[in-house]
């Protein structure tokens, strides 16, 4: 989808971005992280030219970015950022509309779209439509932030940050609704954050930079188990690199199905970092497990946390 | 007049106000003062000046010797603002105290009408004493209206209901007989254009600022090379005496007129005007233009950018709308400035109402001065609410 071939940029004498290549996969969840001055954010705008890379090539869809009109390559590609730039002067409704409306859509499909949107992200419609941004909580802000960044359906979604400034229960929530955007898109989305236990939550791709370079590429789990040097190690946590594992997977992963146990149950959906704690908390080493719904749905041993995914 | 709400007057605390039968034991202190001051103005100025012709200067008529038979129903509105002070505080007795205000000063000026049609012959001024009630009524009025709070909209109205009475009284022919209207009878063609003249010189040089200094601004912000040395060469400008700049004009404008007379300038009279009059305005807008466009979050810019929307977009649809504000108040800034210079421009030749005022100068007849002194008064006033009523509009949805 997006193939970074040999890009750097340099401030003057600093080097922001040096000889990286990158290849943004359709349909991934490619999360960029890395401490401030990693390049993270320099190469996520260099995707749609709000920054000009000096040299290398950025294809997008197999096509040079630079053959392109600034503003079309923008349009195809929806961008939330972290202090959200809602427009004040605007209501939600025609925040959200912003790039349907440059794209010439006709009204009764934006309004539609709107609503829509203002669905999907939790907001009812009849009641935030005609607000102005101002009226509105930080994290209803970045809601509206990210639906304006999907409003005209892009091929590609780049966030910069988009939870940075949030609380930690909203940037949560926030967090499980661009999971579920994405499992039920299917949208290829590249996301810059610093905060390694948001990127390990969302990514199924991981990037860790620094000084301008790509340290290691991989899955979440990949980096987590075969961390490339110490440098990784250290980033990811040296010391709670096993707990964040478990926090990858879950404990549906483990079940043991028809198995019954005593004492309170856990969820089959969530992850065997939870499920970790909750024996600890219980001085337990079996515990029942329920489905979404809460029936049983089996039990999980202490040692399964060991055992290798089924 | 732009007290920022909740930093209102004095209120009296609230531990104060051990109300009884309506009266609070701690008064409004503004209003007492102001009530005291009128007490003593009424009392120790007179209030009309009485003189046989314009020359001869007039003797004083104290407010005691005018008022007697029907005329003593002014003591009532006097009597009600005196009230007003033991009054408990609240909207009620706000309210009282404009209204009354309002009515006191209507009064006093039907007093003066009246006064001068009943005398039927030399010239009847208003006097010192009228001066300073008319002052303080009007403060009592607006410090009353300011204390309930309002919204720009009904400050305006609220302010132009408590000087309603005095237009009417104006416009129905109850003050004729005033040496003031005399003058206004006398010379109504001449006032009528040089009105015409002013509004002329003003909506000139009001076009020509936003003509000249919006796209400055815009300039300046964009290349802050052009944008620094630009400022600072307005600010010289600011500095020079307006006669000066004026004057300064003639040499360069009549040089011009010989140059192309298809022009239809001169070195005198409405160009030189209008230019030295936009010359001073192009700092306030230029700089709120620029301030206008500098304060805009900048993620909000980049958030336009990165969406795709294009350079003329990011400036009609959010850097315009979002500078808005800024650059109304400084048009308000340069119009009531202008309004106010424009008197000068009459020294070179350009008219309007500074032409009056200057007539009224050199003859010594001061009601001349004020016929052209109090229209420029009114004209700014009215220019400046407009302002402020457009200004509020364009907030109206902003935080």
């Known amino acids: 989808m997006i193939d970074i071939q040999n890009v750097s940029k340099r401030y003057g004498d600093a080097v922001a971005v040096q000889d990286l290549s990158l290849t943004i996969p359709r349909g991934e969840f490619t999360v960029l992280i890395g401490g401030s001055g990693s390049g993270k954010s320099t190469t996520l705008k260099m995707i ?112 910069d940050e988009p939870f940075g400034a949030l609380d930690p229960i909203t940037r949560g929530a926030l967090q499980e609704e661009m999971r579920r955007v994405h499992r039920r898109s299917g949208k290829t989305i590249v996301l810059v954050t610093h905060d ?53 997977q879950t404990v549906a992963s483990r079940l043991r199905p028809g198995e019954t146990a005593e004492g309170e149950p856990l969820q089959a959906e969530g992850s065997l970092r939870e499920a970790l704690s909750q024996f600890v908390a219980h001085g337990s080493e079996r515990l029942p497990v329920v489905d979404a719904h809460g029936r049983p749905a089996g039990a999980l041993h202490f040692a399964d946390l060991l055992r290798p995914a089924a | 007049m732009n007290r920022p709400r909740g930093a209102a007057l004095p209120w009296p605390a609230a531990g104060d106000r051990r109300a009884r039968g309506g009266l609070a034991a701690a008064p409004n202190r503004v209003l007492l003062v102001l009530v005291l001051a009128s007490a ?45 002070v033991f009054l408990r505080p609240g909207r009620v007795q706000l ?28 010239r009847t001024s208003f006097g010192g004493g009228f001066w300073v009630l008319a002052v303080l009524a009007w403060l009592i009025a607006a410090d009353a209206v300011q204390r309930l709070r309002p ?40 006032f009528d254009a040089a009105l015409g003249r002013h509004l002329q010189i003003v909506g000139l040089t ?26 600072a060469l307005l600010n010289i400008v600011q500095t020079v005496p307006s006669i000066a700049l004026f004057g300064l004009l003639m040499a360069p404008l009549a040089a ?33 233009t620029l301030t206008g466009l500098r304060e805009l979050p900048p993620a909000v810019l980049e958030a336009a950018i990165g969406m795709g929307l294009t350079p003329r977009q990011v400036f009609w649809r959010v850097e315009v709308p979002l500078a808005l504000p800024l650059l109304l108040s400084a048009l308000r800034l340069t119009t009531v400035q202008a309004i106010g210079l424009a008197v000068v421009a009459a020294l070179i030749g350009a008219g309007g109402l500074g032409a009056i005022v200057f007539q009224g100068l050199l003859s010594s007849a001061i009601d001349l001065v004020l016929l052209g002194v109090l229209p420029v008064v009114a004209f700014a006033v009215v220019a400046d609410a407009v302002f402020a009523l457009l200004g509020a509009w364009v907030q109206r949805t902003r935080p």
């Open chain 1, 48 to 159: 749609n030219r709000l920054i000009e890379h000096d040299s290398g090539r950025i294809l997008f869809n197999g096509e040079e970015i630079r053959r392109f009109r600034p503003e079309e390559i923008r349009r195809r590609m929806g961008y939330a950022i972290q202090s959200t730039g809602l427009f004040p002067h605007w209501t939600v409704g025609r925040n959200i509309a912003t790039v349907p409306q440059l794209l010439g859509w006709p009204a009764a499909r934006i309004a539609a779209r709107v609503d829509e949107l203002l669905h999907l992200l939790g907001l009812p419609p009849d009641e935030f439509r005609e607000r102005r941004p101002h009226q509105l909580s930080g994290g209803q802000q970045q809601r509206v932030g990210v639906a304006r960044a999907l409003a005209a359906d892009p091929e590609v979604l780049l966030m």
């Open chain 2, 256 to 288: 011009l007129a010989l140059a192309w007379p298809g022009l239809g300038i001169g070195g005198v009279g409405l160009a030189p005007a209008v230019v030295a009059l936009t010359l001073y305005s192009l700092l306030p807008v230029v700089q709120g």
């Open chain 2, 95 to 122: 309210l009282w105290t404009a209204g009354w205000a309002s009515a006191w000063l209507a009064g006093l000026v039907a007093l003066a009408g009246s006064h001068a049609a009943a005398v039927d012959s030399g």
């Open chain 2, 40 to 84: 003593a103005a009424a009392f120790g100025l007179p209030l009309l000046t009485q003189a046989p012709n314009r020359l001869v200067t007039g003797t004083g008529i104290g407010l005691g010797a005018l008022l007697h038979g029907p005329r003593l129903a002014l003591l009532l509105p006097a009597a009600a603002l005196l009230w007003s």
């Open chain 2, 206 to 231: 009001l076009a020509a600022t936003l003509l000249l200094g919006v796209p400055l601004g815009v300039l300046a912000h964009r290349r802050p090379a052009f944008g620094g040395p630009l400022v």
């Open chain 2, 151 to 190: 919204g720009v909209l009904a400050r305006t109205l609220g302010l132009a209901a408590v000087l309603s009475p005095v237009v009417v009284l104006a416009l129905s022919g109850a003050l004729d007989g005033l040496s003031l209207f005399k003058e206004y009878a006398n010379r109504q063609e001449v």
């Open chain 1, 196 to 248: 390694i236990d948001e990127a390990l939550g969302l990514a199924t791709r991981l990037v860790l930079l620094d000084q301008g370079r790509i340290v290691q590429a991989g899955t979440p789990a990949e980096l987590l188990t075969r961390p490339a040097n110490d440098f990784v190690r250290d980033f990811l946590g040296r010391s709670e690199r096993g707990i964040k594992l478990l926090g990858l």
